[in-house]
Nanobody, 121 residues
C-alpha cells in the first residue's frame, strides 16, 4: 500500500501563495500519475490539478516533482478565500499511459490524509 503524506498547508491572506507537498517514503512517485483534490466543508470533493507519469500537467495550480521522485509539489499562487479547503494528493499506477492524468477521483487508488488551506484576510 502506497502511503502518501501531505504537508505545507496553513493560513494565508488573499493573493498569497502556498506550496503543498505530497511525500512517500517507500516508493517512487515517478511511477504514478498524481492528482490533487480539495474538499471544503459542505461541498463535494473537486479536482484541482494533476500530473502524468511523463510530467504532463493540467489544472489551475502548478504541479512538479522532485528529482528523487519521492515528493510532488502543488504550487498555489493568487489564492482566494474560495480556495479554502482540505487538500489531498492521490496516486494511481493503474493505467498504462504515461501521457495522461485524471480528473476523476475514482481513477486514484492511494490517498493522503489531507492538509488544510485557509485563505482569509
Amino acid at each position: 500500500q502506497l502511503q502518501l503524506v501531505e504537508s505545507g498547508g496553513g493560513a494565508v491572506q488573499p493573493g498569497g501563495s502556498l506550496r503543498l507537498s505530497c511525500t512517500t517514503s517507500r516508493s517512487s512517485l515517478n511511477y504514478y500519475a498524481i492528482g490533487w483534490f480539495r474538499q471544503a466543508p459542505g461541498k463535494e470533493r473537486e479536482w484541482v490539478s494533476c500530473i502524468s507519469k511523463s510530467g504532463k500537467m493540467r489544472g489551475r495550480f502548478t504541479i512538479s516533482r522532485d528529482n528523487a521522485g519521492n515528493t510532488v509539489y502543488l504550487q498555489m499562487n493568487s489564492l482566494e478565500p474560495e480556495d479554502t479547503a482540505n487538500y489531498y494528493c492521490a496516486a494511481t499506477i493503474r493505467f498504462a499511459s504515461d501521457l495522461v492524468c485524471y480528473e476523476n477521483a475514482d481513477a486514484y487508488d492511494h490517498w493522503g490524509q489531507g492538509t488544510q488551506v485557509t485563505v482569509s484576510s
